[in-house]
T-cell receptor, first 115, second 113 residues
Framework: DAGITQSPRYKITETGRQVTLMCHQTWSHSYMFWYRQDLGHGLRLIYYSAAADITDKGEVPDGYVVSRSKTENFPLTLESATRSQTSVYFC??????????????FGPGTRLTVL | QKEVEQNSGPLSVPEGAIASLNCTYSDRGSQSFFWYRQYSGKSPELIMSIYSNGDKEDGRFTAQLNKASQYVSLLIRDSQPSDSATYLCAVNEASGSARQLTFGSGTQLTVLP
């Protein structure tokens, strides 16, 4: 049972490059989320998705793009990476509203460094 | 703007003591409350969820919720060195279909042997 996975786990890139972080879950959860975690800020929501082809902005969406063509995948793209996007990125998922829980389950994270 | 505040710590307790972690939230209509534990370099993992006023116990962990005071706490009894981690309080917003979580910035706990 793989649960929720993220790739790559570590990434170093340069300012201005496009980077895509992948998230895959095997639970068929309806909701998926992308967070970034920085010292002093806790977890901040970037984007979320309620289902395939339904996405919405979170607290800090600028500079990021998401898509969700399949329920199990939720990639996050940094269109032109900036140093301020250096962070640890976590993907999370949870069942739909009828799933009996609103607990979010987190992937292992991707540590991104933008030089 | 919805806010979740945690005592900033770091918090140190001796092994075997009770660790008390506190969290306040600004949205009076919040419905669900969570405590996550995060070891250094790892992802958050759920410890407790609580939905109703009062106490909820699970092993050495007790979550306490007081909606009138907009306050949720986590008590760890018989603290162990393996409990050393950052504890994140998360609150489910009251409205919106996605029922997003708002996280506090975390309290770092160290249990001293």
């Amino acid at each position: 049972d793989a649960g929720i996975t993220q790739s790559p786990r570590y990434k170093i890139t340069e300012t201005g490059r496009q980077v895509t972080l992948m998230c895959h879950q095997t639970w068929s959860h309806s909701y998926m989320f992308w967070y970034r975690q920085d010292l002093g800020h806790g977890l901040r929501l970037i984007y979320y998705s309620a289902a395939a082809d339904i996405t919405d902005k979170g607290e800090v969406p600028d500079g990021y793009v998401v898509s969700r063509s399949k329920t199990e995948n939720f990639p996050l793209t940094l269109e032109s990476a900036t140093r301020s996007q250096t962070s640890v990125y976590f993907c999370a998922s949870r069942p739909g509203l009828a799933g009996g829980t609103d607990t979010q389950y987190f992937g292992p994270g991707t540590r991104l460094t933008v030089l | 703007q919805k806010e979740v505040e945690q005592n900033s710590g770091p918090l140190s307790v001796p092994e075997g003591a009770i660790a008390s972690l506190n969290c306040t939230y600004s949205d009076r209509g919040s419905q669900s409350f969570f405590w996550y534990r995060q070891y250094s370099g790892k992802s958050p993992e759920l410890i407790m969820s609580i939905y109703s006023n009062g106490d909820k116990e699970d092993g050495r962990f007790t979550a306490q919720l007081n909606k009138a005071s907009q306050y949720v706490s986590l008590l760890i009894r018989d603290s162990q060195p393996s409990d050393s981690a950052t504890y994140l309080c998360a609150v489910n917003e009251a409205s919106g279909s996605a029922r997003q979580l708002t996280f506090g910035s975390g309290t770092q706990l160290t249990v001293l042997p």
